[in-house]
């Protein structure tokens, strides 16, 4: 179907239901940054149960072979810089870069698959499974103040580069843009396949802010109907892992605040809510960022619905609960 022929509210069918169902079979023998994207859309159907006409679905991106949305940007940043002739396999370059857990986790995977050093700046106060994930991976980590957040560990990063620029190559997430780029050319594409055109609006936290830009960027070329709203937290310490209050932090270069429709904050305590529930009826353990997202489109679900508007509103599910645990919000009621 033609983009311009797209109803911003076109209420779903049996068709568009079935192809929610439908996942790429896996590739025998596949090296991990060949099984990157293609990640399922779940339905979240008891959260909306109350509210007709409206669907929420999120893109699980914990199957992504290392584990999170992440693996997008590092796969297209690791592949850009080795076009180039740079982190070649035994060339004893290193990529740097600063991280909070995910991306690093994934450049980890990928340098170890394919034959580059890692080195990851990041604050300690990081869970214990992703130091230890990091440790199985072989990376090596340069510890930073928790107290500066990733703001810190951007800093340390880009002393390094500048100290011994022959012996690495700092890849630069906020800034780089072969990280915005990934969801341009696979998240965006994915997700309109997975609904038959019909989402309505879509939900993306800013870290990076990579996922919103491009996914937003691709979706507007798409259908220029279709709502794009971020969530980020509402003070500048929180506990939204990966995501950015820009209102406080060094803001990444790839950031374009024009593009947004809403921006909605979130608490820190509200996500840790989510969190649990959908753990306790969807079936779903999502890490802390995904549950954001999650109760950011749940909050635009309830909003259509009382409008009596239909909707069909797709958000990011960056990980799953895995590395967090550890966390004692999951003893909370």
């Not at 940007?73 to 850009?80: D, E, G, Q, S």
């Not at 180039?84 to 991280?99: C, K, M, V, Y």
């Not at 703001?151 to 190559?169: S, W």
Request: with cysteine.
């Amino acid at each position: 179907m033609a983009a311009g022929t797209i109803s911003a509210h076109a209420p779903a069918d049996p068709a568009f239901a079935s192809n929610l169902e439908k996942a790429p079979a896996p590739l025998f023998g596949a090296v991990p940054h060949e099984r990157v994207g293609d990640t399922p859309l779940l339905r979240l159907g008891k959260l909306t149960a109350r509210l007709p006409g409206v669907q929420l679905l999120g893109k699980a991106e914990w199957t992504n072979p290392g584990g999170s949305v992440k693996d997008r940007a590092a796969t297209a940043i690791v592949k850009a810089a080795q076009a180039q002739g740079r982190i070649l396999p035994g060339s004893g370059e290193h990529l740097l870069d600063a991280t909070s857990g995910n991306t690093g986790i994934a450049y980890a995977m990928l340098g170890s698959a394919m034959g580059f050093g890692v080195t990851l700046c990041m604050p300690t106060n990081v869970s214990p499974e992703r130091k230890r994930i990091l440790a199985a991976y072989g990376a090596q980590v340069v510890w930073t103040d928790p107290g500066d957040g990733s703001d810190g560990a951007i800093r340390k990063a880009r002393e390094l580069a500048a100290a011994e620029p022959g012996r690495y190559f700092y890849a630069d997430q906020y800034g780089n843009e072969n990280n915005w780029q990934a969801h341009y050319h696979t998240t965006a594409n994915e997700i309109w396949r997975q609904t038959d055109g019909r989402l309505t609006h879509f939900v993306a936290g800013l870290g990076t802010s990579g996922t919103f830009t491009g996914t937003t960027r691709r979706l507007r070329e798409l259908n220029p109907a279709i709502q794009c709203i971020s969530m980020q937290p509402d003070s500048p310490f929180n506990g939204l892992e990966g995501m950015k209050h820009m209102a406080t932090a060094i803001v990444p270069p790839i950031y374009d605040p024009a593009l947004a429709d809403r921006n909605l904050e979130m608490e820190t305590e509200r996500a840790h809510r989510m969190a649990r529930l959908l753990g306790k009826t969807e079936g779903l353990l999502v890490g802390v960022s995904a549950a954001g997202n999650i109760a950011a489109s749940l909050q635009i679900a309830e909003e259509e619905a009382a409008a009596g508007r239909s909707a069909v509103i797709v958000t990011i599910l960056c990980d799953a609960a895995d590395k967090y645990l550890s966390e004692r919000f999951w003893e909370e009621q």
